[in-house]
């Protein structure tokens, strides 16, 4: 298959759309604590937010930052 121009664009619009239903890290980063506090609540954040469940079981860096936001809340917490 030859790659003409035509085909690229066409790649590309499918990796534009595919970005679409995924965040960055910052935006991951953005919502990170809220994730982090309805987690020590109780609460699922998994369903209320689950484009950052989806990013932190993609994302390596953010999953480490997401365990030390959480191990610092539970810090502060027991400290009360
Ligand atoms: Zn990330």
Known sequence: ME??????KKLIKSAQM?????IGCNEC???LHEFAEME???K???EAKPLIKDHL??????RE????????????ESDN
């Open 3 to 8: 790659l003409t121009p035509d085909i690229l």
């Open 18 to 22: 595919a970005a679409d239903h995924e």
């Open 29 to 31: 980063f953005d919502e």
């Open 40 to 42: 020590l609540a109780g």
């Open 44 to 46: 699922s954040p998994e």
């Open 57 to 62: 079981d993609k994302c390596s860096s953010c």
């Open 65 to 76: 930052e997401y365990q030390a936001l959480l191990e610092a809340l539970r810090t502060i």
